[in-house]
């Protein structure tokens, strides 16, 4: 049933402002609007009133918490609250006056309306407030905050919330055949509009799938593919990487939300291997001394610390020793720092005992 078949009844209203204006001698017009003035003022009062008392009991609640998200949400409620009894207040203050009588159901319509879509709206402040507090413990927790991925979620929940308030003002209003030719006109538009954007409306998602999921996030080392970078702005379309060459790699969200994507984030060490050969020609006694020199060397190097050590091979042109050893750091500079003065450190080792690293050569060998 349509909101205009319910027409305000001012009977009591126009009856009060005729006793009025015989009561103090003035003109009905001049009744209606000291009416107006009243209700404008009572209700007004009433209003300040009862925001004082639920101000006062938010900031005892605000006071007893230590969390900014209560502080927030209290802000928001008074930003609400006032907000909605300026829309009450006039409202009824131009309920009395005769000369809207006329567009009575239009003006109640559209106050009905403004209602729906301020109350959408205090929705959605409050639910930014929650995806802001979201976003600060996941930093707090150790993660980065993206203000891309939360600009784009708090957007989608506002266009949600716009949305479903839009269709409960249609459905309210009942005109005829509005409900029916919206709802294909809208279906006839999400078609098209799919097919149109469906490679945006795909990385969209992806990003939103990026911020809740977090699989990683502005600051991670990532392999994606052949590819390995630290990441440095997370988009609604596309995801920018710092590549270890130093260029910039830019791959779109939907790319990463169906691939693997390896992340360096929760690494506490690193476990590094590589393998070392030194000549046939070197002797028993030294080869001996080679696993106990190259653990020494690892121990004495702040940061890293030795797992195995071992002459595992006899190789085509090396008696070849495998290491293994651990970083203790996540980040690749870390590693590379190690490895180096492992590297210089092994080589001193050997010019100084006389072992001869392997490489690869012919040797001929002359029969006499």
């Not at 006056?97 to 929705?123: E, G, H, T």
């Not at 639910?127 to 993206?146: E, H, I, P, T, Y």
């Not at 799938?209 to 502005?218: A, M, N, T």
């Not at 008696?319 to 980040?331: G, R």
């Amino acid at each position: 049933m349509s909101l205009y078949e319910h027409p305000v009844n001012s009977t009591v209203l126009n009856g009060l402002s005729e006793d009025l204006g015989h009561l103090l001698n003035i003109s009905p017009t001049s009744a209606e609007a000291l009416i107006a003035i009243i209700v404008f003022i009572i209700i007004g009062s009433v209003g300040l009133i009862l925001y004082a008392i639920i101000s006062k009991y938010l900031n005892r609640w605000v006071a007893k918490t230590a969390t900014t998200l209560v502080d927030e949400i209290a802000a928001t409620f008074k930003i609400v609250m006032m907000a909605l009894i300026g829309i009450l207040v006039i409202q009824f203050s131009i309920v009395p006056l005769s000369f809207f009588d006329p567009y009575r159901n239009i003006i109640q319509s559209v106050f009905l309306i403004i209602q729906i879509l301020f109350a959408a709206y205090a929705i959605t402040r409050i639910a930014s407030v929650f995806v802001d507090k979201l976003a600060d413990m996941s930093v707090q927790r150790g993660g980065k905050n993206n203000k891309h991925s939360t600009f784009i979620l708090k957007k989608v929940i506002t266009g949600v919330i716009f949305v479903i308030a839009i269709l409960l003002i249609i459905n309210l209003f009942d005109f005829p055949g509005t409900w029916e030719t919206t709802f294909a006109s809208l279906g006839i538009s999400a078609v098209v509009i799919g097919f149109a954007l469906q490679s945006t409306l795909s990385d969209l998602f992806s990003a939103l799938y990026i911020y809740l999921d977090r699989p990683f996030e502005i600051g991670d080392f990532i392999f994606v593919g052949e590819y390995s970078g630290t990441v440095k702005n997370i988009g609604i379309i596309s995801t920018r990487l710092q590549l270890l060459q130093g260029e910039e790699l830019v791959v779109a969200n939907k790319e990463l939300a169906s691939t693997y994507v390896r992340n360096f984030r929760k690494l506490q060490k690193r476990r590094i291997v590589f393998n070392l050969g030194v000549t046939y020609d070197t002797s028993n006694e030294k080869l001996k001394k080679i696993p106990w020199i190259i653990a020494e060397i690892i121990n004495n190097i702040e940061g890293a610390s030795p797992q195995f050590v071992s002459f595992n091979e006899f190789g085509e042109y090396s008696l070849k020793f495998f290491i293994s050893y651990f970083v203790n750091a996540p980040d690749y500079g870390s590693y590379l720092a190690v490895q180096q003065q492992i590297n210089l450190a092994i080589r001193e080792a050997f010019e100084r005992e006389g072992i001869e690293m392997a490489y690869l050569k012919n040797v001929t060998f002359i029969k006499r």
